[in-house]
């Protein structure tokens, strides 16, 4: 089980640029992102359009999770 979870591939680009056919060739099935700092920015809440058009195409061929360690921020009424 420690195999899988061994990191074998960092590919240094912004997730837009990543391949979904190279994904396809070394077997990717599944892609679990994290949202805050992958796909969005720490200090905004907008997907950027090139990230907008990856996840769709991407949704296409991969099953798709969307994780988030930030806490969502209650909203105060007075």
Do not use: C
């Not at 190279?22 to 090139?50: C, F, W, Y």
């Not at 990856?54 to 969307?66: A, G, N, P, V």
């Amino acid at each position: 089980m420690r195999s899988i979870l061994k990191v074998n591939w960092d590919s240094n680009l912004p997730i837009y640029a990543l391949s979904q056919s190279e994904l396809q060739k070394r077997g990717i099935h599944s892609l679990l992102l994290d949202v805050d700092g992958t796909l969005v920015n720490r200090k905004s809440n907008m997907i950027p359009k090139a990230v907008k058009n990856w996840i769709r195409e991407s949704k296409k061929l991969f099953s798709l999770y969307l994780i988030s360690n930030n806490p969502s921020k209650k909203e105060s009424r007075t």
